[in-house]
């Protein structure tokens, strides 16, 4: 059988690239698409900015490329298997869905409110807080999320598939 | 051997790259669509956010006392739409907040009176914030006396000058409570250091200082109109478990009674919090702390001019694990009484 297979020492280093990659789509709609300095974490660029590459896309992508990205690193640091895998997407699916929920209008400010009394007045607290009450929940971006933990499971599957079919016998 | 210990350490190798990018992605997640404060997340140009761009203005301040011919200025502070998208209105209502009406040329983002008068007292401003069809409002209450505030303030804090009682709250027995002045640190120069020792079984604990230094007679010093608050404070614990809030408090013919301002107590920060003003108090912003319950046909507290004598303090309530210790400062207290 002739295989396009990865070499089991390649493997991490190929869902990182791809991690990586992902991510990266994701970093150019916050630079490009959206109003600047609105992100914590992500300065604003003036040469990228309002460059709107994505369109409509633009509004969904970070939720799916979240997961995506996430899951693949996870499994590259982890042994590879089936449950390592799907797990990895499964956790990061969990994550980003719970996230979302927790900008829903009905859980946001109780939520929050039970943050605030518990947690104190931290600037890691404090982003935690606007996250929720100013995120906006779009059952979308759950949709959004879902589909990236799928295509990563579904690339992982791939990927493992190939190695496992060049480590075949003939 | 050998084996055995280059398994491990891969072990924890994956354990430790696992924790660094599960924490990564929670930060990535909340970094990327958290915001900083009074900024929006999510929300592309161009698109409807679904209500959650409707403007909300936060104006400062919220109350605010004046002597008649001085400046008063609104401002608007944050705001959680991008400020290039809006645009403000400010208005005015004489009528107790019932009918607005827009002040010609008022459309920045501050409001300056450059001299209020008698009939600014009682004003309310609004501001109106707009963007995307959408908008939102914040309003200033305004009072203005004719004659100067009385202010009693104190930011040296002899021993003599002020008297602690750790009051229960509740079936919460008091803490113990000990107090020192420190000679520098605070804001600036002297400040004084509380430490709460909470009873074994207990969670908080509440202790209101007196100032000694002087009594508001309203029977022959006037009727109390409004009454402006502010203390610099500091918590000096940096555990989570660990708080104490502030409040003004007001000691008036046998009760204890502590400012109630609608958002509710500050809670000290760890490094000195000057922003713990609360201006305008009237009557009812006062809620009793301690003493007997008001009867039908009495004002508590009592503004008028047959008020009983009145001291001024403040109120420390801190909370924390049962039988915890907890230290706080107390810097530039001070009260300022307004008559009509």
């Given amino acids: 059988m002739t295989a396009v297979g990865v070499p089991a020492w390649q493997r991490p280093t190929l869902l990182t690239f791809v991690g990586c990659l992902t991510l990266s789509t994701g970093l150019l709609v916050y630079l490009a698409d959206r109003v600047a300095s609105h992100a914590v974490l992500i300065p604003s660029i003036p040469a990228f900015s309002g460059c709107n590459l994505f369109g409509v896309l633009g509004q969904w992508l970070p939720s799916f490329v979240h997961p995506l990205a996430f899951s693949l690193f996870t499994a590259a640091v982890l042994k590879p298997s089936a449950a390592t895998c799907w797990g990895a997407c499964a956790f990061w699916g969990s994550v980003n869905v719970a996230f979302e929920v927790g900008q829903h209008p009905a859980l946001s400010s109780p939520w929050t409110a039970a943050l605030h009394g518990g947690a104190g007045d931290w600037a890691v607290v404090r982003s935690v807080l606007n996250y929720f009450l100013h995120g906006t929940f779009d059952p979308y971006d759950i949709c959004a999320a879902a589909l990236g933990a799928l295509a990563a499971g579904v690339i992982l599957y791939f990927v493992d598939h190939f190695q496992g079919a060049r480590h075949a016998p003939n | ?340």
């Avoid at chain 2, 009176?113 to 501001?127: C, E, P, Q, R, T």
Wanted: hydrophobic letters at 40%; one cysteine or more; a negative charge.
């Fill in chain 2, 1 to 340: 051997m050998h084996r055995t210990r280059s398994a491990s350490t891969n072990a924890g190798l994956r354990a430790g790259a696992l924790l660094g990018i599960v924490a990564l992605g929670l930060i990535s997640i909340v970094g990327s669509g958290g915001g900083i404060a009074f900024l929006p997340s999510d929300c592309p140009p161009g698109l409807d956010c679904s209500g959650s761009a409707t403007p909300v203005p936060v104006l400062q301040p919220a109350r605010v006392t004046a002597q008649v011919g001085t400046p008063v200025t609104f401002s608007v502070l944050g705001l959680n739409v991008p400020a290039s998208q809006v645009t403000y209105q400010w208005y005015r209502s004489s009528d107790g907040g019932v009918h607005y009406v827009a002040i010609a040329g008022a459309t920045g983002d501050t409001l300056l009176l450059a001299s209020v008068n008698l009939a600014d007292d009682g004003a309310i401003f609004k501001v109106t914030a707009s963007a995307n069809g959408l908008s939102g409002s914040a309003v200033s209450h305004v009072a203005v006396t004719a004659s100067p505030g009385l202010v009693f303030a104190d930011g040296e804090f002899p021993a003599a000058g002020w008297l602690a009682t750790p009051l229960p709250i509740g079936s919460v027995p008091a803490p113990a409570h000990t107090e020192e002045l420190v000679a520098t640190g605070g804001h600036p120069g002297a400040y004084l250091t509380m430490v709460f020792q909470l009873a074994s079984q207990a969670g908080m604990g509440g202790v209101a200082y007196t100032s000694l230094a002087g009594t508001y007679e309203p029977q022959t010093q006037g009727a109390v109109y409004v009454i402006d608050y502010s203390e610099d404070g500091i918590s000096l614990e940096t555990s989570f478990s660990k708080s104490t809030r502030s409040a003004m408090l007001l000691d008036q013919g046998g009760r204890k009674y502590i400012a109630t301002p609608s958002d509710s107590y500050p809670r000290l920060a760890t490094s000195w919090d000057v922003s713990q003003n609360t201006p305008s108090l009237r009557a009812q912003d006062f809620t009793l702390l301690d003493g007997p319950a008001c009867q039908a046909g009495e004002t508590c507290p009592d503004f008028s001019s047959l008020g009983a004598p009145m001291r001024f303090g403040y109120w420390r309530l801190s909370s924390g694990p049962q039988g915890a210790s907890i230290s706080h400062g107390i810097d530039n207290w001070k009260v300022t009484v307004w008559r009509r």
